[in-house]
């Protein structure tokens, strides 16, 4: 039905339909056509109603279906397959699904809405129908397992690159997956892989993007810690151009990767780093480390150097950057 409305409205481009004449086309009810177009309000369709002439479609929302994002993707293979949903569980989930039926690598799994998007360790992660970017991207390296964590790091910077490119903000990562505006977190990555002990089968690489929410639209769990990019530029921001930019910054940086290895990554990495040179606590499933953090390896593994003097390799933990160093 709302294909069908949607359709008709297209055909009368900037004219009014009226409630009669669309109840005769769709073969049902001015109430049933009301729910329709509160709906697609809902959904972020600007309608205007007027009596006696009916509803005039206004503007759309911002769409990131394929063709959206293919208007500006400069890519030679990656993003150039595309799934895309309206609203669907995680896109990581059904990325991970497509990668075992056998997708070629470079391919996007993409959704308007996520309803139960997953962050690292269980976590849930947060997006808003048509306001968000959930994205995920089937890789197939060859590589090691233990090399998959600087695809993260890699997967930060691209999406640095991005934003700077797209809205000309400057955002910091912290290690080893969230990139941040005045401290707020505004992208969450999350890397996972398909694999045997020493060979990997896919890569899962999972972005999460705060694009167009307003403060109030956040969930009350994130409502401190969470900004958008909307809410730092003071303007809204289109969703398939930014996608489209990552899969450039992406495919560059990947190829450079796998030609030349982390180093050039790493210091690419280390140049939008907010966690290097200062004191924190990284806490791992195990415990709680505080010291200062050197650098990282060349896996892409956090050197930390504790109060009594031992640096320590951490591969996971949850970074908080220690305010006043003691
Ligand atoms: P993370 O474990 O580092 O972060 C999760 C934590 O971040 C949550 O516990 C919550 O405190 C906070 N959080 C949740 N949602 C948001 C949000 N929208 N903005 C700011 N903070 C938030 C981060 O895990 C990895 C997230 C990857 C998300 C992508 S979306 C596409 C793909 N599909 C999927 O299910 N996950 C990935």
Redesign the pocket.
Known sequence: MKEALLKMFAEHEGQFLSGEKISQQLGCSRTAIWKHIDELRKNGYQLESAPRKGYRLVSKPDEIQPHEVKVSLQTKWLGHEQTYYEAVS????VAHRLAQEGAVEGHLVVANE?TA?????G?????RAGS?I???LILRPELPPQRTPQLTLLAAVAVVRAIKQETGIDCSIKWP??ILINGK?LV???TEMQSEPDVVHSVII???I?VNQTPDEFAD??ET??TSLAIEKGASIKRAPLIAAILNQFEVLYELYISSGFSAIRSLWEAHSISIGTHLYARTTKEVIYGYAQGITDEGALLLKDEAGKTHQIYSADIEIASHPT
């Open positions: 995680s896109t990581q989930s996520q998007g997953k962050g690292r360790l976590r849930k992660w947060y997006s968000t959930s994205m995920s997956n969230d977190k969450g990555i999350l999972g972005i999460g705060n769990e994130i810690v969470a």
